[in-house]
């Protein structure tokens, strides 16, 4: 309890102090320049670096160089030890929590491969037989944060899970602490309860009565979608799970050609085969076109194969685009098949009531994937899978083992959720949720996400005024995704053909290259069909200000003038 208590201080302090999160805003011209701000970044980081060695050492008063992992709790008299490590974790934790909102540091300190595992600095990878002082688990600590990506930074932008939520962070650190499997209520009481409320508002959000619906949290949203189509072919075909596959016939799903890689590697595992899965056209925002669905399901049909499955996306991971799930829910309808909507990505724009409008159709999905560890800001891992009919889960994946799910316990066995399951152990995810849910509330995660979107139009709308930059694609940007080129002085001259695109091919790699080099942000690139690599900008963060998508702009210029 008093370790406990003491974190939560040190927590409310550190929340308490004036953060440095606008302080470019009342500075000179001067700072605005990219060569200024990459001089100034090296010194802070240096004397940063510095400071918090010496905050690291000369503040304490414990030796931690003559004290093992032996001497912490359970260990006779280890109480007071335990303290004291613990004290020293949060502050190196709470140090990198400060950096990462602050503008003056990097984003990441790149080490190559070979670099990392060589060692750095007195930082070794290795492990060896014999047990290390905690002075050196506390230098391991603070190196692998120090080497590592501040994904919280206001200037990263290179996935779609950014940002550093410190009420979630504070909800990690209690489950981690709790250290316990969220399979049975005997077990995890208050998790079980926190995950039913959280899916039941989950299930009002997409628009089906909250009775009605069923779900859990998995690890991730390849794993929901794993789950979703899994449950369909039970639907469909329930001798599947007892005989396999050689007792049903050849079954075929479809997903679209911009969709996630996911859905093939579950057809994959499942034993479908991933050349049962038929990928249908997009048009080109990267949006499944109705017509060419039903143009596949009828083909496969004549050719005696059983079309049972449809995914559609809401939010693309590359393009953000969003299919149209009214138009595909009628389809589906009318050959009988389940419905999926990997909304992972998309999912949070239901918060919002100027953006849930574009995820009409959701609704009359059979199944939803909604990550909020991506546009909700979550800590990783946070993903749920969602199916409408109530009771699926349990006949698709209970196995009733004996030593777990006893159906005579003296409370409501209902809340023993594991056996919907394909896991045994089952990492709590909740909790962090919950208590995200608590501070902001529905409204706050509104104002979140129309932040992030906001954002992404800004951009939008300066790369449109820009010669340097070339859009992929017009109109306002669907989701808070943006793609574009930089195009280089060398290359705006050339003619469209085979050697510029070859040469814009090679720009954003070595943009990026660069970027990562210098540590000042982090942006994506891909290829796409046949669009040869472009940027992807995507804003999940909500501490990133629109002065940071000028430096952005500003960065990508400075490092790529001369290519």
Known sequence: MYVTVKWCVLFFIFCSFPGSVETLKAEGKRKADPLWLKTQQLIIQSENDSKERQSGTE???TNFSTMYGRDLLPAKKGEENTKQFLFEVVHILLNYVSKSFDRNTKVLDFHYPHQLKD????????????????EQLLVDCRDTLKYGVKTGHPRFFNQLSTGLDVIGLAGEWLTATANTNIFTFEISPVFIMMEEILLKKMYEKIGWPSEEGDGIFSPGGSISNLYSVLVARYYRFPEAKTKGMASVPRLVLFT????????KKAAAVLGIGTENVILVKCNERGKMIPSELESKIMETLTKGFVPFYVNATAGTTVYGAIDPLSEIADICKKYKLWMHVDAAWGGGLLMSRKHSVKLSGIERASSVTWNPHKLMGAPLQCSAILVRKKGLLQLCNQLCADYLFQPDKHYDVSYDTGDKAIQCGRHVDVFKFWLMWKAKGAEGFEVQVNKCLDNAEYLYNKLKQIVDFKLVFDGK??????????????????PNGQERSKRLHEVA???KAKMMEEGTTMIGYQPQGE???FFRCVFSNPATSKADVDFLIEEIVRLGNDL
Do not use: A, M, Q
């Open 256 to 263: 679209s050609e911009h969709s996630h890689y996911s859905i």
């Open 119 to 134: 060692g750095l600095e007195g930082f070794s990878l290795e492990l060896s037989d014999n047990p290390e002082n905690l």
């Open 531 to 533: 669009n040869v690599n």
């Open 477 to 494: 940007p669907e989701h808070s995704n943006v793609c574009f080129w930089y195009i280089p002085p060398s290359l705006r001259e050339l």
């Open 509 to 511: 790699p070595r943009i």
């Open 59 to 61: 503040s304490r008063t």
